[in-house]
């Protein structure tokens, strides 16, 4: 199976740090979509972002920013100045030909 | 727009029973995706249909299953319900005619089987 792996399981910061989520992902497509979701509390899954396997330009967008690699397949996720509002599980995907594949999650927490 | 519908929002089945969720995706998307969310397994793909056709199914048993009207609301049946098919089930429904191919998440049905 083509893995999403997100290798932090749960990551805990003070409020203003930045914080860089991880995540590497699997495929055999040439064409490929990877995305990132939030989680909050509520459950309701929220987008963030999207990028195609033919883009590797950064992305910020406020706070947030994107790192896209395919030379190490991966598609990093930093927060930066985070605050208490940015707790929750941030799942990274990846849609290909062939199915969508979430990785396991991340749970991040911002202490006050 | 309203978005996207998951009905119910908790059952609680026993084992070897039947169950079917519901999701009616935004208006105008015909594509509705299926995942089911536990916290072992975290979110797996279970199906993907549009136009009433299935496009694409992940790695589940034949005892899950799909389908999708003309209206593009889906539901989603579990037959022969066993302990471990408890999970929130999330439906997702995405503008095929938009380049962003973003998900439309609905809240979900939290499903127990006792």
């Known amino acids: 199976a083509q893995k999403v792996t997100q290798a932090q399981t749960e990551i805990s910061v003070v409020e203003k740090e930045d914080v860089t989520l991880d995540c590497v992902y699997e495929?055999?497509?040439?064409?490929?979509?990877l995305f990132w979701y939030k989680q909050p509390p509520s459950g309701e899954l929220v987008f963030l972002i999207r990028?195609?396997?033919?883009?590797?330009q950064n992305e910020i967008s406020g706070r947030y920013s994107w790192n896209f690699q395919k030379s190490t397949s991966s598609f990093n996720f930093t927060i930066t100045a985070s605050q208490v509002v940015d707790s929750a599980v941030y799942f990274c995907?990846?849609?290909?030909?062939?199915?969508?594949?979430f990785g396991a999650g991340t749970r991040l927490t911002v202490k006050p | 727009k309203a978005g996207v519908t998951q009905t119910p929002r908790y059952l609680i089945k026993t084992r070897g029973q039947q169950v079917t969720l519901s999701c009616s995706p935004i208006?105008?998307?015909?594509?509705v995706s299926w995942y089911q969310q536990t916290p072992g397994q975290g979110l797996q793909f279970l199906f993907e249909?549009?136009?009433?056709?299935?496009?694409n199914k992940g790695n589940f048993p034949g005892r899950f299953s799909g389908r999708q009207f003309s209206n593009s609301r889906s539901e989603m049946n579990v037959s022969t319900l066993e302990l471990g098919d408890s999970a929130l089930y999330l439906c997702?429904?995405?503008?095929?005619?938009?380049?962003?191919?973003?998900?439309?998440f609905g809240s979900g049905t939290q499903l127990s089987v006792l």
């Open positions: 997702a429904s995405r503008d095929t005619t938009a380049t962003n191919e973003k998900l439309f």
């Open positions: 495929t055999r497509d040439t064409t490929y979509y």
């Open positions: 990028r195609n396997s033919f883009d590797e």
């Open positions: 995907a990846r849609r290909d030909n062939n199915d969508m594949r």
């Open positions: 208006s105008g998307h015909r594509s």
């Open positions: 249909y549009f136009s009433e056709t299935q496009r």
